[in-house]
Structures are given as structure tokens and as C-alpha cells.
T-cell receptor, first 114, second 112 residues
């Protein structure tokens, strides 16, 4: 299994541009989440999904859209990038809502918005 | 709202024990976790504790939970240079373990 994969690893955008951060997992996990990590701060939950076709907002959803058309993929869309969205983005997945000793994080996407 | 707080930095000598502390505010927290993040890498789950436990030991790691004071600690015995990393405390409720609330992280520096 490849686990949780994220692409791209690095991205530079100009203010106002749009882009999609990709996340995929091959473990048939129901639950997937997107977090952002800002310097000196812990990870904050952006959006999450409890299964295909079901998404919900986390702590900091503004400026981001998600969809979950398949179990495997959970893309994060920035419709109009802003400098405040410069951050490292982590995708995570887990098989169920219970103990998360089997929760997996992807390697992250480092995004800079100029 | 929910909040998880940690001290920012800890420096120890190789071979000593490290103790990283965390406080949380959410009384409904059911699971408390410790994650490790090495430079440029994602998060690695080290261990977690259920809120009805006081202590959990896993090889060099000991987690202590004081539920009354909402205080969690991670002790690393015989700290090695490879333990240098950022350590995050996190909490979740039972039904929402995919919605983690993280602290800001403690940077552990192990000096030779």
C-alpha cells in the first residue's frame, strides 16, 4: 500500500489563482481530513469527510472547497488564493471513528501564495 | 472553545529523560494523543491514551494523564539525538476521532 499520498509537494501561486491539492489513499478508509499547519501553531482542521458523498466543515473552512466522489480521493480546492492561505497542508485518513492508532497522515503540501 | 496548550521548546542532554507537557480545556475529550513531526515530514502517531486511564507505557515512552487538572505529559526515557523533533499533543472526542484538536507543538532538541 502507498498509504496517503499528496500532490504536489510544493506549489507557489499568485493571489487570486485557483488550484486543487490532491489527496489519495489506497487503504479503503472511510474517514479523510484536511489540516493546515502554520508556523508556531498546531494543525487546524479545514474540512473532513466521513464517507463518499459526505463532507463537513472543520475549524477553518473559509476559502476552501472539498468533495468526495470516491472513497480513495479527497481533493482540496482553493478558488481564489490569498496570502493568508500560505501554509503546509496535510491530508489524513482513518478506517473508522474509533481509536486512531490507525490514522495516517500524508507527507504534506507546502503552499506559498504571493 | 476547545484549546490545547504546550510549551514551545525543550532542550535535554542525550541519555537524560525528557518530559513534554500539555494542557487541554475540553472536558469531553476522550482520546489524547502524542504525535512526532520530524523536519519536512508528516506527523507520526507515537501513542494515545483513553481518558479513563492514568498512565500508559510503551517502551521508552510514558504517558501520564491527570484528568482533574486536564494535564497530559509525555516522558521519553534515555532520550536520543533521533528524538529531536516537534511533538504535538492532540485531543478528540470518542465519536469524532477524525477531528483532532492540536496544540502548537513542543520543539525538542537533544544535545550530544
Amino acid at each position: 500500500n502507498a498509504g496517503v499520498t499528496q500532490t504536489p509537494k510544493f506549489q507557489v501561486l499568485k493571489t487570486g489563482q485557483s488550484m486543487t491539492l490532491q489527496c489519495a489513499q489506497d487503504m479503503n478508509h472511510e474517514y479523510m481530513s484536511w489540516y493546515r499547519q502554520d508556523p508556531g501553531m498546531g494543525l487546524r482542521l479545514i474540512h473532513y469527510s466521513v464517507g463518499a458523498g459526505i463532507t463537513d466543515q472543520g475549524e477553518v473552512p473559509n476559502g476552501y472547497n472539498v468533495s468526495r466522489s470516491t472513497t480513495e480521493d479527497f481533493p482540496l480546492r482553493l478558488l481564489s488564493a490569498a496570502p493568508s492561505q500560505t501554509s503546509v497542508y496535510f491530508c489524513a485518513s482513518s478506517p473508522d471513528r474509533g481509536p486512531v492508532d490507525t490514522q495516517y497522515f500524508g507527507p504534506g503540501t507546502r503552499l506559498t501564495v504571493l | 472553545g476547545e484549546d490545547v496548550e504546550q510549551s514551545l521548546f525543550l532542550s535535554v542532554r542525550e541519555g537524560d529523560s525528557s518530559v513534554i507537557n500539555c494542557t487541554y480545556t475540553d472536558s469531553s475529550s476522550t482520546y489524547l494523543y502524542w504525535y512526532k513531526q520530524e523536519p519536512g515530514a508528516g506527523l507520526q502517531l507515537l501513542t494515545y491514551i483513553f481518558s479513563n486511564m492514568d498512565m500508559k507505557q510503551d517502551q521508552r515512552l510514558t504517558v501520564l494523564l491527570n484528568k482533574k487538572d486536564k494535564h497530559l505529559s509525555l516522558r521519553i526515557a534515555d532520550t536520543q539525538t533521533g528524538d529531536s523533533a516537534i511533538y504535538f499533543c492532540a485531543e478528540s472526542s470518542m465519536d469524532s476521532s477524525y477531528k483532532l484538536i492540536f496544540g502548537s507543538g513542543t520543539r525538542l532538541l537533544v544535545r550530544p
